[in-house]
């Protein structure tokens, strides 16, 4: 089992729409969780980071918490063709270590 | 305030050579990541410095190495270059263990041949 499970896409929503993007983890004693854009060719830009159960809003994105679960989700409302990228989950066990999945590709369609 | 810095963003190499990258982070962050992505594999840790030494090390072979200098600024190197090298290689910093959101240098793009 992978530490850090993602879909790898592509999911295609269209241009207005609301994107859902899943990330589910191994480690019970992770603290800390991020997720990350990358456009293709260019290095990861941090988008949002949340470290508590429940939701955690940024404009147009939303990161959602589930300890029990070990599963955290990002929403993007009014998906834009400029949010097309690769949407990296990190996680941080504690031990110095980020364990990041293999990214989903998000596709938003004018 | 200025990003994290990395030198040189392009580097084409052969078999059997070795290579040095350099990362300098952001001003006041104290630890360093290295990470190696790939097409196949995606982002995989290579190790973390922090205060010049080394907190943690991922699963890659002793041919990669690394060092932190006392101003912060990083160098990761690897010998005996193979052309399953070929990677970008991105460098990330942070404040410190508490403050461990990581901002991620442009990368240096590696090709073997």
């Known amino acids: 089992q992978k530490e850090v499970e993602q879909n790898s896409g592509p999911l295609s929503v269209p241009e207005g729409a609301i994107a859902s993007l899943n990330c589910t983890y191994s480690d019970r004693g992770s603290q800390s969780f991020f997720w990350y854009r990358q456009y293709s060719g260019k290095s990861p830009e941090l988008i949002m980071s949340i470290y508590s159960n429940g939701d955690k809003e940024d404009g147009r994105f939303t990161a959602q918490l589930n300890k029990a679960s070990q599963y955290v989700s990002l929403l993007i409302r009014d998906s834009q063709p400029s949010d097309s990228a690769t949407y990296l989950c990190?996680?941080?066990?504690?031990?110095?270590?980020?364990?990041f999945g293999t990214g989903t590709r998000l596709k938003v369609l004018a | 305030k200025a990003g994290v810095t990395q030198t040189p963003r392009y580097l084409i190499k052969t078999r059997g050579q070795q290579v040095t990258l350099s990362c300098s982070p952001i001003s006041g962050h104290r630890s360093v990541s290295w990470y190696q992505q790939t097409p196949g594999q995606g982002l995989q840790f290579l190790f973390e410095y922090f205060s010049e030494t080394q907190r943690n090390k991922g699963n890659f072979p002793g041919r990669f190495s690394g060092r932190q200098f006392s101003n912060s600024r990083s160098e990761m190197n690897v010998s005996t270059l193979e052309l399953g090298d070929s990677a970008l290689y991105l460098c990330a910093s942070s404040v410190d263990r508490e403050q461990e959101t990581q901002y991620f240098g442009p990368g240096t793009r590696l090709l073997v041949l």
């Open positions: 990190a996680v941080h066990s504690g031990t110095y270590k980020y364990i």
